[in-house]
């Protein structure tokens, strides 16, 4: 087995005063593909930001590794040059800032050198094409007017750009049809390898019919309490997380 490239251990994370990560254990090696599912509530989102550096959650016990080194230690732009990534579950509209010019200033804050026009052009155009990525859209404002399945495309057009080692894809399955689904889940499958991996973040199998996980994970009341392999999410949903007892209301929208 490869070596953890993401390696959780007892983190406790707190949102606006409220214990919501109660001691989590996680480990995903390089290259794996992982799904952590639950009910509303039970952390999965909380985890995903709290990786990320928002500022909003509090980690108030134990220590995430990412490729090695300190992950909490780290600002949240630190981060993302690390090679860590997150895909939001309601990407941002950010009026005034047209695609491209957020792609290219993004690319050039992790790389940390000025990526010439034509590069970033020819760059773009084959990501966008792997992606059914409308081009028209590149002179749009970020996000703004754009659908759940176009903002979704270009979150996974984010990634394929950036090329990140590891990616958490918070719910990206949420709010799309199955055509916008199957394009999605193409573009994952085609980054997906041996050097990124991911954490797959979802309440329903749906999506893990198109990408198939290496392990499965079950969060229920801010803890990871059982892994198995993808035949897991199969009884999860015959079964449904009831059998894990009664969720507590999510501290935040989507936690």
Same mark, same amino acid.
């Given at each position: 087995?490869?070596?953890?490239? !993401?390696?959780?251990?007892? $983190?406790?994370?707190?949102? =606006?005063? *409220? ?9 995903? /090696? ?5 799904? &952590?599912?639950? /009910?509303?509530?039970?952390? *999965? ?9 928002? #500022? ?15 992950? @909490?230690?780290? +600002? ?9 990534? !997150? ?7 950010? #009026?005034?800032?047209?695609? &491209?010019?957020? @792609?290219?200033?993004? &690319? ?18 084959? *990501?966008? *094409? $792997? @992606? +059914? ?16 399945? +176009? ?5 996974? $057009? ?35 390898? #041996?050097?990124?991996?991911? @954490? ?7 999506? $893990? ?24 999410? =199969?009884? &999860? ?19």
């Amino acid at each position: 087995m490869a070596e953890p490239i !993401l390696k959780i251990e007892g $983190l406790e994370v707190a949102v =606006d005063g *409220k214990q919501i990560l109660k001691g989590v254990d996680l480990a995903i /090696p390089k290259g794996e593909v992982h799904a &952590l599912m639950g /009910p509303n509530g039970s952390g *999965k989102s909380t985890m995903a930001y709290a990786l990320a550096g928002h #500022p909003r959650y509090e980690v108030t016990g134990g220590s995430v590794t990412f490729d090695g080194e300190d992950l @909490l230690e780290m +600002e949240a732009d630190e981060r993302a040059k690390a090679g860590f990534f !997150l895909a939001m579950q309601y990407p941002v509209e950010v #009026p005034g800032v047209s695609v &491209l010019n957020f @792609l290219r200033t993004s &690319l050039t804050a992790i790389r940390g050198e000025e990526i010439s026009p034509r590069e970033f052009m020819k760059l773009f155009q084959a *990501k966008s *094409k $792997l @992606l +059914e990525f409308d081009a028209s859209f590149a002179d749009r404002y970020l996000n703004e007017g754009f659908s759940g399945g +176009e903002k979704k495309r270009h979150e996974i $057009l984010q990634m394929a750009m950036l090329e990140p080692k590891f990616a958490v894809l918070d719910e990206t399955d949420s709010g799309l049809d199955v055509d916008a689904l199957k394009v999605v889940s193409a573009g994952v499958n085609s980054l997906r390898g #041996p050097e990124l991996g991911a @954490l797959l973040i979802t309440h329903y199998t749906r999506i $893990l019919r198109y990408i198939t996980p290496d392990v499965v994970h079950v969060m229920f009341d801010g803890r990871v309490v059982r892994t198995g392999g993808p035949e897991l999410a =199969d009884e &999860l949903e015959d079964r449904g997380y009831t059998q894990y007892g009664a969720a507590e209301a999510a501290a935040v929208p989507g936690a």
